[in-house]
């Protein structure tokens, strides 16, 4: 690929005036497509098969081809400004190389989205876990206080369906993802980072080179900007730390935050599927102790409230109001998502995909099953985390009282020699007794049904297209039942 053409170096409106997006029904893709939009921009875009996004953005105007041929940049009157990549998108993509051929501005999916932030002021949420979550619980209590944000998230709010808003409030949202690098051309004045745990090393190669990107990131905020950490987090502890010694306002959270304009966690209560965190705000005055109420289970979740509730303050919103927004959030897809209940079993969806992450909503799970059992479905991402992390993997997954374990969903890797998701059932505490090895994404469904029982609760989990599973499951639930359907 060639070097990607900045907003900067083309002028932001007449370079995003006629935009293809190249797979367009992606989360992020997608969500950039909709600001467009939504500021009366020229979109038109391609994707490998239609989906629901893909219709909903047909709907609001965009013009989209299935499949990527070069003639899909023919979709608009005059030849786009612009064409948006993704990492995913391999040099040789046919629109790609025609876009090089014609000369259009070779944009990457956050260059693209830095532009849209202009004129605004901006909040970035970024780490290796928690960032989508963090994002949505801002964004939902930034509207309930009615500032009417822009946003962009890498999953759909439960609430408005949508990943992407054009807002007329003045401040941008967005989620800053670190897996390529491409996050450090964000300059937020609000920047959050949940935690630093080594992850994506397919690109950045080492440990320590996904740490770095980190502190780079850290370097982009703006002059007078602060930066908001969770001190429970070794990585991102040791960011406060550098960042105040160059100057930079810190804003911790955490058990272990105590000080002046900190968030220091002093309680958790899981109450039937959502939680309540007991804040003591740090003030010149002495602490201030706040309930901060979350919809969804688990304590990594109430630290994700906490952190949207300082980035919220530095925003300018109020307290109250915010805690309210907070409280009324109802969840992002994909993020321990309830798919129905069949037979007495219940069955939730979620996007876990690091063991820190699997971990965490195991953990978060156990008490919403009460005296029933947990049983895991998990599709390992990516043959290279697979190979990394399969000790780790295994370890988490051994919270569960049954696993089956798919096979690796390659996504943007080609297979290699020896990584299969059996690596990760064989070292399971207590395999092969409740441990299952299914590579047949098509067998799995009833494989679950048969070992669920009246009480259960099954999660399926993974970044692939383990979450078609969900249906399916119900289905054979039923079936295994004999009722007439599931409920929702």
């Not at 002046?260 to 958790?268: E, H, L």
């Not at 995909?353 to 953990?363: G, I, N």
């Not at 697979?386 to 690796?408: K, N, Q, R, S």
């Amino acid at each position: 690929m060639t070097e990607p053409q900045t907003a900067e170096r083309s002028g932001t409106e007449d370079l995003l005036s006629r935009v293809h997006l190249v797979g367009i029904g992606g989360a992020g893709m997608s969500g950039i497509a909709r600001i467009l939009l939504a500021r009366d921009r020229q979109v038109s875009g391609s994707d490998a098969r239609d989906s629901r996004t893909v219709l909903a953005l047909r709907a609001q105007g965009a013009h989209v081809a299935l499949g990527h041929r070069s003639e899909n940049l023919d979709q608009l009157d005059e030849d786009p400004t612009a064409i948006v990549v993704s990492t995913a998108i391999r040099p040789d993509n046919p629109e790609l190389v025609e876009a090089q051929r014609r000369g259009v501005a070779v944009l990457r999916r956050a260059e693209a989205l830095a532009a849209l932030m202009a004129d605004h002021r901006v909040a970035c949420v970024a780490g290796t876990h928690g960032k989508t979550s963090t994002t949505s619980m801002l964004t939902v209590a930034l509207q309930h206080c009615r500032l009417d944000p822009s946003f962009a998230i890498g999953g759909d709010l439960n609430e408005s369906g949508a990943n992407a808003h054009h807002g007329e409030g003045g401040v941008f949202v967005a989620e800053a993802d670190e897996s390529d690098g491409s996050f450090l051309v964000f300059a937020p004045s609000v920047a959050v980072v949940t935690n630093v745990e080594p992850d994506h090393l397919d690109h950045h190669g080492t440990a320590e080179a996904y740490t770095e990107v980190f502190d780079e990131f850290v370097r982009r905020i703006e002059p007078g900007g602060v930066l908001i950490v969770n001190t429970d987090d070794a990585g991102s502890a040791r960011l406060a730390g550098q960042a105040e010694a160059t100057g930079l306002r810190v804003r911790r959270y955490g058990q272990h935050a105590d000080g002046v304009g900190d968030a220091r966690i002093v309680d958790y209560r899981p109450e039937h599927g959502t939680g309540v965190a007991a804040v003591e705000l740090g003030g010149p005055d002495g602490p201030q102790r706040v309930d901060v109420q979350v919809s969804v289970p688990g304590e990594h979740m109430a630290g994700n409230a906490v952190a949207a509730l300082l980035a919220g303050l530095e925003l300018g919103a109020p307290l109250e109001e915010l805690l309210d927004g907070l409280a009324a959030f109802g969840g992002v897809r994909r993020r321990f998502e309830f798919k129905g209940q069949a037979g007495g079993v219940q069955v939730y969806d979620d996007y876990a995909h690091h063991p820190t992450e699997v971990d965490a909503q195991l953990r978060a799970a156990r008490p919403v099953v009460g005296d029933g059992r947990l049983i895991v479905v998990f599709q390992p991402h990516l043959f290279s985390r697979t190979a990394a992390f399969a000790t780790e993997f295994a370890t988490a997954l051994g919270l569960a009282d049954e696993v089956v374990v798919l096979d690796v969903y390659g996504a943007r890797e080609d297979p290699e020699p020896g990584v299969t998701g059996a690596l990760i059932a064989d070292a399971i505490p207590g395999a092969p007794r409740r441990v299952h090895f299914e590579p047949s994404l098509t067998d799995a469904a009833p494989l679950v049904a048969s070992l669920a029982a009246p009480g259960d609760l099954v999660l399926t989990m993974g970044a692939g297209d383990v979450t078609m599973l969900g249906p399916e499951i119900l289905v054979e639930l039923e079936r295994a039942a004999g009722t007439d359907g599931a409920t929702g």
